[in-house]
């Protein structure tokens, strides 16, 4: 019984630490500018296609921005959108 309640105690609290992330990201204009400028830069790459007027994007697609590289193969294109992003607001 003590190692439920313990179990359940934790699970709890986890959850709780998942909802406040939730709500800081819901509530966070810099993370809105993040999702725009990928979603920009996905536009832009899908350009003539179908896809390259996007809406709006799937969240398991930001792990497709570390897959990318640049031609130099070292850059990604996470890594390009955090340097023009920073380039833009400092701040982000």
Known sequence: FMLLC????????????????????????????ILEAVLAVGNY??????????????????????EVKGSNKQMSLLHFVVAELLKVDGQV
């Open 6 to 33: 313990l179990f359940h105690f934790q699970v709890k609290k986890e959850l709780l630490q998942l909802q406040y992330g939730c709500d800081e990201l819901k509530g966070s204009r810099k993370f809105v500018k």
């Open 45 to 66: 790459l899908n350009g003539d296609t179908s896809k390259g007027d996007a809406k709006g994007f799937k969240l398991d697609s930001l792990l497709k921005l570390v």
